[in-house]
């Protein structure tokens, strides 16, 4: 009998979470969605991840799959796992797919948002979920930067050191941007929301934390467009805090 092909729409709270692999004496999405699924299966289940997020980092629409001899119905699934999950993991949905989905392999795009809090004292609600700058923000700044990540470019110096062999086949350290914006919430929320077809271990936090100079008048617009060309880790800004990132969205 074919093995039934299982996708998960998944949303958590990363906080208390060593991220999204699976990793020995560490808590992770992945370990505990597998372990899970194993008590309502009886088998041995490896769940694909759309993406590896870091530590910290939240998910409004993680993407997973995997393959079971279970006749378990989805809906059957959604239940039960939500059931014996921790709070902070929550699956929205649960659907059968034909055996060539793949989570990772399959998806044409991701959206991810980063929320940021400024200002001299930020709201304890808050800080789980944005990166506190208590300065003031050149946003406008900011957003002329946005034009040079469009499109498709070498962003390697926004990738994390040493996180890729560059001698493996494949694209290196190329990805297209399809949008990237900022939306001031409030006099003292600003989120970042970038859609794209992939993205490097950091990445994201990396161009914000780059930004972040910027609005900080630290680096100027044409400086943040010789970054971009550098093609050079080590000329672009620190890495921004992982607690103000959340993938939003896999396409597929």
Not at 116 to 145: F, N, Q, W
Request: aromatic share 8%.
């Amino acid at each position: 009998m074919t093995k039934r092909n299982i996708k998960l729409t998944i949303a958590f709270d990363g906080t208390s979470y060593a991220g999204w692999q699976r990793q020995p004496d560490q808590s992770t999405i992945q370990g505990a969605l597998e372990g899970q699924i194993s008590v309502m299966t009886g088998e041995e289940i490896v769940l694909h991840g759309a993406g590896r997020t870091d530590a910290g980092v939240h998910a409004l629409g993680m993407v997973a799959n995997f393959t079971t001899d279970s006749q378990i119905p989805c809906a059957g699934f959604r239940a039960g796992l939500n059931s014996l999950l921790e709070d902070d993991i929550r699956i929205l949905a649960v659907e059968e797919m034909n055996a060539s989905f793949h989570a990772r392999r399959s998806a044409t795009g991701k959206c991810y948002f980063y929320r940021i809090s400024v200002g001299e004292v930020m709201l304890p609600t808050y800080r789980l979920y944005s990166a506190h700058v208590r300065t003031s923000l050149d946003v406008d700044s900011m957003e002329k930067c946005l034009s040079f990540i469009l499109g498709r470019h070498d962003f390697s110096s926004f990738e994390a050191a040493g996180s890729r062999d560059p001698s493996l086949p494949g694209r290196g350290a190329v990805r297209e941007i399809f949008s990237a914006s900022f939306q001031r919430t409030d006099e003292t929320r600003i989120c970042f929301t970038i859609h794209g077809d992939g993205f490097l271990r950091h990445m994201v936090r990396n161009i914000i934390g780059t930004l972040l100079e910027i609005g900080k008048a630290r680096l100027t617009v044409n400086g943040f467009r010789d970054i971009v060309a550098a093609r050079d880790r080590s000329v672009a800004g620190p890495t921004a805090p992982a607690s103000g990132l959340f993938l939003r969205e896999v396409y597929y």
